[in-house]
């Protein structure tokens, strides 16, 4: 995934000053400085060689509806907006609503779950694959409960949620402490997923701090499988955003 360019540098020749003192005559007297002294064979000095890993941001469309790094937010609507994967699978893991993901998103999903346990941490699928028809139940229940605009900072309209593709995911802990709750981050399990969730390939969608560009509010229970590659790549740098990854326009809002 990752391609290579070496970077070789070309080694840098420096010759060392060789001054060529002038012969001195009768009538100029010879110098009273001492010459520097020279240096009969020209030294090769080499700069270091330099590989520089250069991440292919090209590998997977980022449009297409079915792609491992498809980007959707509010300005970036599903193609088709009834989109659905053909290859989900249902887990045998603990949940709160049955935890239906792609295939290997559903793959990397149990075997971070097992780490997790291995670690003392008790992870639950609060809410993961969600069908167009699903999520207009659920948009409808927030804007009901809450408002439009209110409902907009949590919650996508149809063609626009990131659980219609099957690869997010919303956690929560076993004892249901802070589920869909912003402190869920400081539950142990919360810091588990922050520390450890990169290496499974999973990448957290929506930081603090960056609803002007996500459109959402920061979601520490929302994880989205984007693969160990990206995901790690992603890792090297605190808070960023796929749009902001990508060079992609900041979607706070819906096209009006
Ligand atoms: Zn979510």
């Not at 700069?47 to 297409?64: N, Q, R, Y």
């Not at 290859?87 to 097992?114: E, W």
Request: net charge neutral; with cysteine; hydrophobic share 40%.
């Amino acid at each position: 995934m990752f391609r290579f360019l070496a970077l070789v540098a070309t080694a840098a020749v420096a010759l060392t000053g060789c001054v060529a003192s002038a012969a001195p005559t009768a009538e100029i007297p010879a110098p009273t400085q001492p010459s520097p002294p020279t240096d009969p064979t020209p030294s090769i000095t080499p700069t270091p060689t330099a590989v520089v890993a250069v991440f292919d941001t090209t590998l997977h469309s980022l449009d297409e509806a079915d792609s491992l790094w498809v980007v959707v937010d509010k300005l970036r609507r599903l193609s088709p907006k009834r989109y659905a994967p053909t290859d989900l699978t249902t887990m045998n893991v603990p949940h709160t609503y049955t935890p239906i993901l792609r295939r290997d998103a559903a793959k990397a999903y149990r075997t971070m779950y097992r780490a997790a346990r291995r670690d003392g941490i008790d992870l639950v699928v609060q809410s993961s694959y969600r069908s167009y028809s699903a999520q207009v139940s659920v948009y409808n229940g927030w804007v009901d409960s809450i408002g439009r605009e209110a409902a907009d900072l949590q919650s996508a309209r149809p063609g626009y949620s990131e659980h219609q593709i099957g690869l997010s995911v919303d956690i929560a802990a076993a004892n249901r402490a802070c589920t869909i709750q912003a402190c869920f981050g400081t539950t142990p399990e919360g810091k588990w997923l922050k520390s450890n969730a990169p290496q499974f390939g999973w990448h957290l969608r929506y930081p603090r701090g960056k609803t002007a560009i996500t459109g959402y509010i920061y979601e520490p229970w929302h994880w989205r499988f984007v693969g160990v590659e990206l995901a790690a790549e992603l890792s090297l740098t605190p808070k960023i955003t796929l749009e902001e990854f990508f060079g992609l326009p900041a979607a706070p809002d819906y096209a009006r």
